[in-house]
């Protein structure tokens, strides 16, 4: 009858709600965590997090990783003992015990900021590499945006031709 059509699409339309609103409430304790820190930080995190909890993955990207350099020293220095680690040909499990002493503070931030954790769940080994390729390239892009902004900002204070050269350069 209508009657009851009526009370089971209520009945639906409340569950739903009810799920949305723990998404968004989710979703906002996310945003808190986040807001402070800038894309190349997330993406510097995500990247980490990735070389961390994907070892044996990363060993076939360990070159274009290594060449990376991170804003921030204590993720440089992290990113360094760990490439260092798997060249020397250490096991997982010895490489994390190393991680855990020396950089159990940075290892909690990074699992609490990145934003790769529920993406990376359910791949597989392919997926993981695209994964690691494409926060490489956003990496590596984010790096060139902030040249050219550092660069205009030269310029715009003492123009010369090497900068505006190297400025045209990076634009390209």
Known sequence: TPLQTKRQKFSYNKFSKQNVSKILQETKILHQKTKDLSKIQILEFSILFVIIDFTDIVLKKLEEISELKFSSEKNETLKNTIIESLYEGKSKIELTSKI?????????????NS???LITKNKNDQEIIEL?????????????LRKIESLEKKLINNLDESSY???LKLKN
């Open 165 to 167: 050269s190297e400025l």
């Open 132 to 144: 690691i390729d494409g926060l490489i390239s956003q990496f590596k892009q984010q790096n060139n």
């Open 100 to 112: 855990n002493e020396s950089y159990k503070d940075l290892v909690t931030e990074i699992k609490e």
């Open 115 to 117: 934003n790769i954790q």
